[in-house]
């Protein structure tokens, strides 16, 4: 398990105590990236908007989470 979990779940269990626990929703973008459909629906449901389809156009496009560019070395 990533050491950065503990202090993620621990900022999550924050926002719970400050806000009631149906009004925090938390997501994994390793989700996302597995299946977008899937995990927007949850999201607009949560946000009591209508669901809609992710077009096809912009599935799997662009992640995020890659470099375009090597970091600088330092």
Avoid at 26 to 44: N, R
Wanted: proline share 9%; with cysteine; charged share 25%.
């Amino acid at each position: 398990m990533p050491d950065q979990w503990h202090h993620h779940a621990a900022k999550l269990k924050k926002w719970r105590e400050t806000f009631a626990s149906e009004c925090v929703l938390a997501g994994f973008y390793d989700d996302l990236e597995a299946g977008a459909q899937k995990y927007l629906d949850p999201i607009c449901d949560f946000s009591a908007i209508v669901r809609f389809l992710v077009p096809r156009l912009l599935l799997g496009a662009n992640p995020v989470h890659r470099p375009r560019r090597p970091a600088p070395s330092g």
